[in-house]
């Protein structure tokens, strides 16, 4: 079964950071794009930051460029999300998706919650 | 960059046919696939149309996408409405970075 787990969310002073992880299994993570989704409480989705499956591109939202970066390491499966210099408005769930081909996001991660506040 | 822009909700009776609309801002809806996520309360979006009008695996015909390229609109059609299909339902294209660039997202009501 395709499957992506997150982890590393949680609450977080302003100013601070944190390192989100994303597992992935049932498929050949190092062969795919992978995105990073957030969506803010009670709001819609937005796309954070996109990989290509070497690590060798990546493209970010306005909104977190210059503190926010994806890497990948494709021996452990495992994509991250390092997020600095945050504030409440990175409040949000953050979930990892496949990117297939077209950009297409399948399947997402149950995604993990950052609070960022005081 | 441009936005797509879907209305705030939609309600429809059981039985019945709903359309969500999301309309590209700029540039044509035909430059880039739209593909359609369903989300129930608590759950993590999952896919009913990729490709403008192309249904994964596993979600009923019930489910169709199109593409109009006057309105430079993009449209997601359910028919034969059933309680559980009530959810909020996001478009999603990408620029020509591929950043992902989602609707805000329709609230579906099923009464």
């Known amino acids: 079964e395709v499957q992506l787990m997150e982890s590393g969310g949680g609450l977080v002073q302003p100013g601070g950071s944190l390192r989100l992880s994303c597992v992935a299994s049932g498929f050949s993570f190092s062969r795919n794009i992978m995105y990073w989704v957030r969506q803010g409480p009670g709001k819609g989705l937005v796309g954070v930051a996109r990989i290509n499956s070497d690590g060798s591109n990546k493209v970010y939202a306005d909104s977190v460029k210059g503190r926010f970066a994806v890497s990948r390491d494709n021996a452990k499966d495992t994509l991250y999300l390092q997020m600095d210099s945050l504030t409440a408005e990175d409040t949000a769930v953050y979930f990892c998706a496949r990117g297939l081909v077209s950009n297409y996001l399948d399947p997402w991660g149950q995604g993990t919650l950052v609070t960022v506040s005081s | 960059n441009f936005m797509l822009t879907q209305p705030h909700s939609v309600s429809q009776s059981p039985g019945k046919t709903v359309t969500i609309s999301c309309t590209r801002s700029s540039g044509s809806i035909g430059s880039n696939y739209v593909h359609w996520y369903r989300q129930r309360p608590g759950s993590a979006p999952a896919a009913v149309i990729y490709?403008?009008?192309?249904?994964p695996s596993g979600v009923p015909d019930r489910f169709s996408g199109s593409i109009d390229t006057p309105s430079n609109s993009a449209s997601l059609t359910i028919s034969g409405l059933k309680t559980e299909d009530e959810a909020d339902y996001f478009c999603?294209?990408?620029?020509?970075?591929?950043?992902?660039?989602f609707g805000a997202g329709t609230k579906l009501t099923v009464l």
């Open positions: 490709d403008d009008d192309r249904r």
């Open positions: 999603q294209s990408y620029d020509d970075t591929n950043r992902a660039i």
